[in-house]
């Protein structure tokens, strides 16, 4: 279940096909009466994502505002798919919520640009202790020229390079710290016949994350930020070409076995290998774990289940200690909605209150919220926990996933060329200037 | 003659079928003609942009690309089911037990969902846990969903899979209903069953032939939730057709302008498509063939 929680948001396949469906329905249902509140009777509709776990955390905290707050608040919840469409189509109309689940980026930048987000930026100066109770960096990646637009409302999701620790006692290997450790690693695994790095290649953002943490240790994060923001010429910077050739090497040179094209994440074909020992290294979001703890709930109680951040490249300008990913999820408030002073009431509130961080920690969660160590450390799973806690808490930088910090329309090319940069049938300047064209 | 006329059941009981129709095929292909001239990303209003979006299409090299892959995809489609359900259908239309028996098992895959079906074919082709690692083989190094030289036909193959079932009804159908008396007097003539097949069975089936062709090419032409499910367009772009384009252009990118202006051409095609196969086979002018029985 959690580990459905955490996935994605760009996350294709089967959801896909219920949308199709839904979307008619839900383009019609906008239209109409999808109910928030009526002009300053003071209550608020808040949206969010369907999830088992989290949808009763949420609950709670609408419920402790309702009664200690004399807010009059309510939730509901849309499958994830779905949500992106409906959202989209809302936040165009005068039934737009009044608070809403986003991933922050670009996505939300679009939003800002059509101006239909509150700024909160007022509200966080006049409240420094509030700031302050969130961490900076994932705070970031709902920072808008400048102007903060979401609160974080659920757990990080940095990416990390988990491993086999079996598989790499029976080699007699040690996690890579650098890139040229890496590349080592792929030649040992390769001679022990064991596949070096699983891949879902079926699914492009997991393809994804190579180039973020390649273009964000060779080029720092200034490079897909000029990308982002759409400076001329940013996609054909040499550090973007440099970094698309390290992954034509790796697949070259084996690194993700042969089949990795028709493998996918969400049927498990990547996690299972490694639990089974046939490949040695996965480069995954923070959900792996919880993922294999599901599904493979003997390799991590063994305690072979390893991670380590992302190596470091020699000569490279980002900080080692960047990391990418999701930052978080955010709430933010609908500038169009007639109880905005509710609406912010609630998220300053609610979402850094004790109870709801410690619900999100039992959850498996790990909180953005400042000085929760003493918290996970007595949780379930403390030592992940803890630890992906640290990365993100020392992270000069927290870099959104592309396709979610980039419009729309652009991601979508990106993911598509980047699936051809891995199939070798694109180089990885054909690629630079592919995405240079669109 | 005149009876007939007058026996006619009013106008008006077509008017939900008008209705319907009206509202849920005209009026969103009039919406969609409109939106293929305008620019709409879903969150403000859709702005007309004139020709823009169509001369994006014809100097995108991705469309070019998806639109010759669909058609391929169609002409693979129609290719591989038409003979294969021919041959079962005439085959399942004799009155054996055994026949029966077989082909109820037969029309298995018409009970099971699109969705489904897709599922199951990439879960028995998972290049990690499917069937064809299990056996093995020169099978096992075949990356029937992740080589790009590959995927194309696999995915034509699963839609063979799931559809001939249904065309062979038809055809079983049909070929039911020729009279025996053409096999008798054949039979007598000293024809064989090759050449009973070649100059009755065949002949007699012409007409369902071009139906089931027109379903075929159709439906081919605007599929695509088996290609999404199971390769969503992948690897790289192999097996990306023009509806997947389009979904994708339209609610992954949120560009709707655009992705309208693709539904249009594909209308346009799918049109064009089943006209010429009832021209080219001349189904306006077609009349009874068993005048005289």
Known sequence: MLRRSFKRRQRPQRALIATGLVVATSLLAACGTSGPSDAGDGGITVWALQDDVLNEIEKQSIESFNTEEGGNATLQTFGNDPYKEKLRVALGSPNAPDVFFNWGGGNLAEYVQADRVADLTPMLEENPDLKQSFLPSVLDAAKIDGKYYGLPMRGMQPVALFYNKAVFEKAGAEPPETWADLMSLVDTFKGEGIQPIALAGSQAWTELMWAEYLLDRIGGPEVFQDIRDGKPGAWQHPAVVESMSKITELVEAGAFGKNYASVGYDVGGASTILAQGKAAMHLMGSWEYVNQLGQSPEFVERGDLGWVPFPSIAGGKGDPANVVGNPTNFYSVSAQSQNQDSAKKFISTQLNDPEYVQALIDAGDVPAVSGVEDKLANAENSEYTTWIYELVKEAPNFQLSWDQDLPADEATFMLTQLQKLFLGELTAQQFADSMAQH | ?293
């Open chain 2, 1 to 293: 003659m005149s009876h007939t006329a007058h026996h006619r059941p009013s106008a008006w009981y077509a008017l939900p079928a008008f209705g319907f129709f009206g509202l849920f095929a005209v009026l969103p292909m009039i919406l969609v003609v409109y939106l293929s001239f305008t620019e709409w990303r879903g969150l403000e209003l859709p702005a007309l942009t004139g020709t823009d979006n169509w001369s994006r299409l014809f100097g995108d090299p991705e469309a070019h690309a998806s639109l010759w892959r669909t058609l391929l995809f169609t002409v693979l489609a129609w290719a591989a089911q038409t003979p294969i359900a021919l041959l079962i259908g005439v085959w399942a239309a004799g009155r054996q037990r055994n026949r029966a028996v077989l082909s109820s098992l037969f029309f298995l895959p018409l009970l099971l969902s699109t969705a489904a079906i897709a599922l199951l074919w990439q879960a028995l082709l998972d290049p990690n846990f499917g069937v064809t690692q299990a056996a093995g083989g020169p099978l096992a190094d075949l990356l029937f969903l992740g080589d790009p030289a590959i995927a194309l036909y696999t995915v034509v193959f699963v839609l063979t899979w799931q559809y001939v079932p249904f065309h062979t009804l038809l055809y079983q159908a049909a070929a039911r209903t020729i009279p025996a008396s053409l096999y008798d007097a054949a039979t007598i003539d000293g024809a064989g069953r090759f050449k009973q097949f070649w100059h009755i069975t065949l002949p007699q089936l012409r007409y369902t032939v071009v139906t089931s062709s027109v379903l075929i090419l159709v439906g081919t032409m605007t599929m695509f939730e088996t290609v999404l499910i199971l390769t969503g367009g992948g690897p790289g772009t192999a097996t990306r057709i023009l509806p997947l384009y389009m979904y994708e252009t339209g609610f992954a990118g949120f560009e709707m302008g655009y992705a309208s202006t693709m539904a249009v051409l594909l209308v346009l095609f799918g049109t064009a498509l089943s006209l010429a196969v009832i021209r080219v086979t001349r189904f306006r002018k077609m009349s009874s063939q068993q005048e005289g029985l």
